[in-house]
């Protein structure tokens, strides 16, 4: 059974960084667009960060050169370095396949940004 588990969020001020953590089990992971995702209080789900098998990345206007994905795929995990955060960044943070036919969500980390 598929099971994706992040980690890595918290209380932040504005300006200040997190680094989350997204680690699949019981996956097929190394040949996927991972992508993290992130859903605030009454918006949808939008994807704000993916990379590719090989390493490329693509990243979503609001989070580009402040956000960095990358991945482990001996590991299978998934990171996504956070920096220069603003209150505008607060958000439960998931990471699933981007695209078509995504795994069973996890339950997310939950990233709060203090102004």
């Known amino acids: 059974q598929v099971q994706l588990v992040e980690s890595g969020g918290g209380l932040v001020q504005a300006g200040g960084s997190l680094r989350l953590a997204c680690a699949a089990s019981?996956?097929?992971?190394?040949?996927?667009?991972m992508g993290w995702y992130r859903q605030a209080p009454g918006k949808q789900r939008e994807l704000v960060a993916s990379?590719?098998?090989?390493?490329?990345?693509n990243y979503a206007d609001s989070v580009k050169g402040r956000f960095t994905i990358s991945r482990d795929n001996a590991k299978k995990t998934v990171y996504l370095q956070m920096n220069s955060l603003n209150p505008e960044d607060t958000a439960l943070y998931y990471c699933?396949?981007?695209?078509?036919?995504?795994?069973?969500w996890g339950q997310g980390t939950q990233v709060t940004v203090s102004s």
């Open positions: 990379i590719t098998s090989g390493g490329s990345t």
């Open positions: 699933n396949k981007a695209g078509a036919f995504p795994y069973p």
């Open positions: 019981g996956a097929i992971f190394s040949i996927y667009t």
